[in-house]
């Protein structure tokens, strides 16, 4: 351990797992949302009345959306329990329980996390339980648990993210402290390369390539941006690690730039997300007060500042070229590639530009090796990839699962179906940019080519579940609608073609087809493909296409029967 | 002095974060203050008005006093957003990006929160509200007006 980061470790040890009652509870967007502020204002009002001795802290995401508010009680020595769907009465309930007996409640404990795994440290620690817990599962035999891999998410929900010493006492910044100063920056792109991770915005390119090309390109002055304009509806796994695990990313942001011999970043993070500006703006403050961001890091001699960019309500912008614009001087508008930004990006200097997940993948691959890493998921495809599993199905919630895994494994094996006695008829991914994969597919594997054979993409993690009364017309409506008003114009065949898909999907939907626009379509779509500079538009058509591949029965329904199978088109009004 | 000499790069990101700052004083861009920060900056008048007419999040008229936004990203749009637009428009009498009479809401679409697994989700202000049925929207608006 650097000498450094000792007494962030002890202090963060001490309030991971403190000598008296710990109560936490989850607070990122979506347990704020689901009413998690008026579970902690419960807890500790009863926690002042009844004079219990406890912590009560907030804590980020675990990922189970559909359980939320979650709480979480661990008695000094013991493991954790969580307790579901909290409710103000159940909180204080909970209170009087401990208060009374000093004992947990079994009643609504979902399971006992008994063993804790600091990825970075490789170490399992484990914890023992109460007896009259001895039914509860553990955490990692729930089937929403059991089959996923979190490296990504290796802190959400475990983590204080408004403390950086709790995140050092699992590990943190001790990759950091180990490549400044063991390693050269030849080095870490090896490591990064034999890892053979790739981009985790969606793109897929080697990541340690990218690096390698602007190490290469000559110049003293380079930059480096994370991605965090998570923009596709139906995804979220960008805020979630910047709402619950912010010093993840800020670390794999100082190693990527001390790679290519950054010296200045920026984090791009989108308006909509204020709780996660608000967090990586004080996990930038903490990295900064500690030594760890701004000149001679670690006492290295190593110089990097990074700050951050709030977007301003932009899709395009999750685009490279459009956020390097965006950061230059304002409006957001891409620019033709090549040059790639790695060879001439922001202010024309070499920029690397990685997503959120990709930059807080970094570390545990600089701990334990680009060896271990590829050992995960499938050749070509390692590593794991996180998932937002929403729309019509049981378990919703933020996964992250191995690469190569099957759709089925995903979807019924944690997702538990639809959950609604429907079938799932189709799962969408990739946003906007994505497709529509019928369930006749799921038992292919997900890997980045896959899933772009099959006519959709990987996407950066967005999978909204669509089940028989999802109508594919409807929502290939819903995509285009989407990309019209969010192109930004550039492109006569983007600002033009998205809103003629549009205008024919309208008029399917309300009954005014006719089978040519099938094929004007298709032919639109291959237009506007053909005619666009940047991935918006060259993927805009997508939704169309995939639909229109895989669900014509119901297009034909719509233009030739005038009737909607699912019932929700207006098609004979 | 020629023009290209008077203005100079911003800084990173300069821009959009001082139209943040006016967005925030106001609630809106008045088109003063958009010119004082073109002044100020020392970049073209015409540049920042580029970027403040390219963001959702930016107007150029004055907005209620609570931002009323109805997320319709994927998953709140398959689990009923539309249904919730079409109550909330019929309750306050409004349209998307308009605001009601008395300046308190103004109601906006907006793309997606990322909350889906609470799907389908209303955001007032910075204040996330998730699984809504309509008989949740009345008490929403009551806390606000």
Same mark, same amino acid.
């Given at each position: ?573 | ?11 990173? =990101? ?12 106001? =609630? ?13 900056? =020392? ?49 306050? =009498? ?30 007032? @202000? ?9 008989? @949740?929207?009345?008490?929403?608006? @009551?806390?606000?007006?």
């Amino acid at each position: 351990m650097p000498a450094d980061l000792e007494p962030l470790h002890a202090a963060g040890r001490a309030s991971l797992y403190p000598d008296r009652i710990k109560i936490t509870v989850g607070m990122a967007t979506c347990g704020l949302a689901a009413g998690a502020d008026a579970v902690y204002e419960a807890l500790s009002q009863r926690i002042k009345q009844r004079e219990l001795d406890a912590v009560l802290v907030g804590t980020g995401c675990i990922g189970f959306c559909q359980q939320e508010p979650l709480v979480d009680v661990r008695l000094p020595g013991q493991g954790r329990v969580i307790y579901t769907q909290m409710t103000r009465p159940r909180a204080r309930a909970l209170v009087d329980h401990l208060a009374q007996t000093g004992t947990l409640p079994v009643d609504r404990a979902w399971a006992v996390i008994d063993q804790e795994e600091s990825l970075v440290e490789d170490r399992v620690e484990r914890f023992s339980r109460l007896p009259e817990l001895s039914g509860v599962p553990a955490y990692s035999q729930q089937p929403f648990f059991a089959s996923q891999r979190k490296i990504v998410l290796r802190n959400c929900g475990f983590v204080d993210p408004a403390s950086c010493e709790e995140y050092v006492a699992r590990g943190g910044y001790r990759a950091l402290a180990g490549v400044l100063s063991e390693m050269t920056p030849q080095q870490v792109i090896d490591e990064v390369t034999r890892s053979g991770l790739r981009g985790r915005g969606g793109g897929g390119f080697s990541a340690g390539r990218k690096w390698q090309v602007a190490r290469d390109v000559p110049g003293e002055t380079k930059y480096v941006i994370c991605n965090g304009d998570e923009g596709d509806p139906g995804a979220y796994m960008d805020r979630t690690v910047l709402e619950s695990d912010p010093h993840s990313v800020i670390e794999g942001v100082i190693i990527g730039a001390y790679a290519i011999g950054a010296h200045q970043g920026y984090a791009y993070v989108r308006d909509e997300y204020p709780l996660a500006v608000e967090r990586l703006t004080n996990a930038l403050a903490q990295a900064e007060a500690h030594g760890l961001l701004g000149e001679n890091i670690l006492g290295s001699g190593f110089n990097f500042r990074l700050d951050l960019v709030r977007g301003a309500g932009a899709f395009v912008c999750g685009e490279e070229t459009a956020m390097i614009s965006s950061i230059e001087g304002g409006s957001g508008e891409p620019r033709p590639k090549p040059p790639y930004p790695a060879v001439a990006g922001l202010w024309g200097r070499p920029t690397v530009i990685n997503n959120v997940k990709t930059f807080s993948t970094v570390p545990v691959i600089m701990a334990r090796g680009g060896d271990w890493y590829a050992a995960v998921g499938a050749p070509g495809n390692t590593g794991t990839v996180v998932f937002s599993l929403v729309g019509q199905i049981a378990n919703t919630g933020l996964v992250e699962v191995p690469l190569g895994m099957t759709l089925n494994d995903l979807l019924e094996g944690i997702g538990g179906g639809s959950g609604n006695g429907r079938a799932i008829k189709a799962v969408q991914t990739g946003g906007p940019s994505g497709g529509c994969l019928p369930a006749r597919l799921f038992d292919m594997r997900i890997t980045y080519e896959e899933m772009t054979s099959a006519g959709s993409i990987m996407g950066s993690g967005g999978m909204v579940v669509l089940d028989e009364s999802a109508c594919m017309v409807d929502v290939a409506r819903y995509f285009l609608d989407f990309t019209t008003v969010e192109s930004c114009g550039k492109c006569t065949a983007c600002r033009e073609g998205t809103g003629h898909l549009r205008a024919i999907l309208t008029r399917i939907t309300q009954g005014q087809g006719t089978p040519d626009d099938l094929a004007l379509m298709e032919e639109v779509g291959q237009a506007v493909k053909a005619g666009s500079l940047c991935g918006l538009g060259q993927t805009a058509p997508n939704p169309a296409l995939s639909t229109l591949r895989y669900f014509r029965d119901e297009y034909e329904a719509h233009v030739i029967e005038h009737r909607c199978p699912a019932g929700k088109c207006p098609v004979g009004a | 002095m020629l023009p290209s000499q008077q203005y100079r790069q911003p800084d990173a =990101g300069g821009v959009l974060a001082a139209l943040h700052q006016v967005n925030m004083r106001y =609630g809106y861009l008045p088109q003063d203050e958009v010119r004082q920060v073109a002044i100020e900056l =020392g970049v073209p008048l015409s540049q920042v008005f580029s970027a403040a007419t390219f963001y959702a999040s930016f107007s150029f008229t004055p907005v209620g006093r609570h931002k009323l936004q109805v997320c319709e990203g994927t998953a709140c749009y398959v689990k009923g957003a539309p249904a919730l637009m079409g109550h909330l428009q019929a309750e306050l =009498g409004v349209a998307p990006d308009q605001t009601t009479e008395d300046m308190t809401f103004t109601l906006k679409r907006v793309r997606c929160v990322g909350s889906c697994g609470l799907a389908p989700v209303v955001r007032v @202000d910075n204040e996330t509200f998730g699984r809504l049925t309509h008989s @949740d929207l009345g008490i929403i608006l @009551d806390k606000y007006r």
